[in-house]
């Protein structure tokens, strides 16, 4: 790993074939969180990266090209995603995978777009793709994931009230509040009462004492694991007993939730449970290289990703962007892990399966799958 900026990482990973030692590195960016609030979710997402990375270079790489990752910190902000961006563009990458968080995906993505690099967002904001066509969604968007936890909540919980906390200074909880507002209310559930919060907040037990009184059947979370964990343990010190919902950012909320996560619901867009090949593939080979099970499923989409692009170039017989565009728009039953892409005109996959969980004696055990 080579260092060129103290937010740019350029991992030059396997090359077996000897075909490709003389070949000149292709530039990959991979744009996320290594430092700032973000990080800790962002993170674990690497080693599904250089699993993709590494996996696309054993099989020869990019039209016999060696495939060169490039890790850039956005900081964990917007700006930060802006300025990543710009330097990839610099460092004449043919693609940028990312980001996570729907805000630093929204930033990005202008600039990408004007550029003409094609970008693959892991991000579930429904606008992020509506930015042009050289931006592409991997994930399923927060329209679909916040009805479908306001339908669930319905009819599979029989929940008739409900409450939202949401997190003012981050669009994807913004975002999902609205949607999963909307269904709930169409579908006849009423909303008591809808509270916000400050990103970073530690302290919820005023907002708890809010929520108390009116008993409602769910409180809705559609917050990232730490904001959300912190929420739920203090819930039990106040005897809040209702059910508790997240969307798919709640992937590792079990470090700060505790017990009080135990028969909670969330969403996620791949579970072990999934064993479609793709998925068996990828389980089989991050136990031979990590020597444990895949924990974080909302890092599977970024395996997805670049195993898409590897693919779409194949396809493209290019590395010119307009190409790879192209390639990328025209993907069809492409067979990833976290399920089948199929991109629609606006560059989102079509039908992409969700998942709910239920967490039960701490682990997220896999309940049903949701398909649009």
Same mark, same amino acid.
């Given at each position: ?43 674990? =997402?690497?080693?599904?990266? !250089?699993?993709?990375? $590494? !996996? ?28 990543? /961006? ?8 043919? /693609? ?45 968007? $927060? ?6 936890? /306001?339908?669930?909540?319905? !009819?599979?919980?029989? /929940?008739? &009230? ?10 994807? @909880?913004?975002?999902?509040? !609205?949607?999963?507002?909307?269904? %709930? #209310? ?18 919820? #037990?005023?907002?708890?004492? +809010? ?11 559609? *917050?990232?694991?730490?904001?959300? *964990?912190? %929420?739920?343990? #203090?819930?039990? @010190? ?6 508790? =919902?997240?969307? $798919? ?30 998925? +068996? ?9 990590? +020597? ?42 492409? #067979? *990833?892990?976290? *399920?089948?892409? &199929?991109?629609?005109?606006?560059? $989102? ?24």
């Amino acid at each position: 790993m080579k260092r060129l900026f103290p937010w740019v990482w350029v991992i030059l990973l396997t090359i077996p074939p000897c075909a490709m030692a003389t070949s000149s590195p292709v530039t990959v960016a991979a744009i996320l969180s290594t430092t700032g609030i973000a990080a800790p979710h962002n993170l674990p =997402m690497i080693p599904l990266i !250089e699993l993709a990375v $590494d !996996e696309i270079n054993q099989q020869g790489g990019v039209l016999g090209q060696p495939l060169r990752l490039m890790i850039m910190d956005n900081q964990s902000t917007p700006i930060g995603s802006t300025r990543a /961006a710009r330097q990839a563009i610099k460092n004449h990458a043919i /693609a940028v995978i990312g980001a996570h968080w729907s805000s630093h995906s929204l930033a990005m993505a202008p600039i990408l777009q004007q550029a003409k690099i094609p970008m693959i967002t892991i991000s579930t904001n429904p606008d992020i793709t509506r930015v042009g066509n050289y931006i592409f969604r991997i994930n399923f968007h $927060d329209r679909f994931q916040g009805q479908m936890v /306001a339908k669930f909540a319905r !009819e599979s919980l029989n /929940a008739g &009230t409900a409450v939202v906390l949401k997190n003012l200074n981050e669009t994807y @909880s913004m975002t999902l509040t !609205e949607y999963f507002t909307k269904e %709930f #209310q169409q579908l006849g559930g009423k909303i008591l009462l809808k509270k916000g919060y400050k990103g970073g907040a530690v302290d919820f #037990q005023n907002i708890i004492s +809010r929520i108390k009184p009116f008993h409602p059947d769910v409180v809705f979370i559609p *917050g990232y694991s730490r904001d959300s *964990g912190l %929420f739920l343990r #203090q819930t039990v @010190s106040q005897g809040l007993y209702s059910i508790f =919902m997240g969307a $798919d950012a709640w992937d590792d909320i079990h470090r700060y939730a505790g017990d009080a996560l135990e028969g909670s619901y969330c969403t996620a867009v791949w579970h072990p449970a999934m064993k479609n090949p793709s998925s +068996r593939h990828l389980q089989k080979i991050y136990q031979n290289r990590y +020597r444990s099970d895949v924990i974080n499923f909302s890092a599977v989409p970024w395996y997805d990703a670049f195993m898409l692009l590897g693919n779409a170039v194949g396809r493209a017989k290019s590395l010119k962007h307009r190409k790879i565009r192209d390639a990328l728009a025209t993907t069809r039953e492409f #067979q *990833g892990a976290s *399920g089948t892409i &199929t991109f629609d005109i606006n560059g $989102d996959p079509v039908g992409k399966e969700m998942v709910i969980l239920k967490y039960e004696q701490g682990k997220a055990a896999y309940l049903k799958t949701i398909t649009p």
